[in-house]
């Protein structure tokens, strides 16, 4: 038997879904390759596609006026919000999962595409170190249009993928016959390696050809749109429309459990940490201290450590548990909010590049443990609304960042990301606490049912 030390799951009595119950041994191991088949698929194309859109929102305050690039990038994370709280379920349950992560995919290809043509209005930049400093009148509107669209695509994309992920770890663990909270540990960390690395590689290429290739941004982030949409149509050709069902709104509904509160710190601890690197780090410290050449390697090499963590937490989630993984996520965000304003980073040179290792590693626990916890709390048709929730929370943070980094408030950013990292820990054990009275008590009523019977 395995267990978890947060939730506690025995092989032998759980039944993630009935999806295979009646299946012959071949049949389920069938299944079993079938849905990580599915996973993969998924995994990569998603990966590649959101990868071409998280660089455009790293380079936003540079390659474009830093008010312009900040407004965008608070109308990105702010539509995001929007459409995970009041929309993106409702969609999933007309379209389905696959439609549904196809049209998001569509919609980020969109985005990256006007990104592309809103760096094309700058009329002046920095010589030093390449920032923009006038931008043309059209710049503003037309970042604004591209990220509205791409914050609906956000909100759609992270429900149906969280409600694909949720699907294909109950109905391996069903086939495999194993606990459905190590399998979520497990392809939480193979999606979180993949999705990272592909970002690392995508930031990189972004330096490369920027520096290397001399190409002007704009033509980089036209590429980037072109591979959004191959992704796109790629993802469309080979994968399967799976099946899940989710009721319009579960996101508000599950507002209701308490658990639902108190695992959210990660989320609006990330969503802080993001847009603080994004906006006050990316700016003040690295394009100061290097310059904005450099943004898309620091991007890199943040993606490319949260890749390979990201596979080693889940590792360490299944032995250990979630808890232990969590609370190093939250200290790394901690060391970041406290290092970058309290200290003299821009004396450091090269070494202000930590403060995009510490981000690395909370954004391998972020993408891999704090997703796997959601899934585990939440199974089934809960999963679409619990997802949802996690990018209702997380880019609630965001733009609220990001409307206080364009009106240069940043005491108050700090202070709330300092806030809810410290609250990271002790609102996972309160929500474990809670789900173990609860699965004690559902115990005992079907152990009192069945002898009553």
Known sequence: MGTDSAIGCDVETANPVAVCTELDPESKSLEAKFCRQEFHIMSWTVAINHATVTTPILYA???????????????????????????????????????????????????????????????????????????????????????????????????????????????????????????????????????????????????????????????????FGAVALVSTLAFQIMASSAGACSKAFSAVRQWKDPKTWFLQCTNLTFGFAAAWLGGYVGRNILTETLSSEFIGFAGAMLSALASVLSLGFGVVAKKLGKGPVLALGAMAFLCLALLSRFVHPKTWGWGVLVFYVLMGIGRAVYESTNKAIFADFFPGEKSAGAFANVFVFGTSASTLAFAFGASNQDTEELVLLITFAVLTVPGYLLASLMKRREDASQAADSKDASVSV
């Not at 540079?62 to 995001?80: C, D, F, K």
């Not at 929007?82 to 929309?87: E, G, K, Q, R």
């Not at 009329?123 to 170190?129: G, K, V, Y």
């Not at 992270?158 to 392809?187: D, K, M, P, Y």
């Open 61 to 223: 305050s540079s390659v474009l006026t830093n008010e312009n690039g900040q407004a965008g990038n608070a109308m990105l994370y702010g539509s995001t919000l929007i459409c995970s709280l009041f929309f993106s379920t409702l969609i999933f349950g007309v379209v389905g999962p696959k439609k549904g992560l196809t049209l998001s995919m569509g919609l980020y290809s969109v985005y990256v595409l006007l990104f592309a043509v809103a760096a094309q209005l700058c009329d002046r930049r920095n010589e030093s170190n390449g920032a923009c400093v006038v931008g043309n009148t059209y710049q503003l509107p037309v970042n604004l249009a591209g990220a509205l669209i791409g914050g609906i695509g956000a909100g759609v994309l992270w429900t149906c993928q969280g409600a694909f992920f949720t699907n294909c770890c109950q109905r391996v663990a069903q086939a495999e016959h194993r606990c459905t909270s190590q399998i979520t540990a497990e392809l939480a960390g193979t999606f979180a390696l993949i999705f990272l690395a592909a970002e690392a590689v995508v930031r990189a290429s972004a330096t490369i050809l920027t520096k290397n290739a001399h190409l002007e941004y704009p033509i980089v982030f036209h590429i």
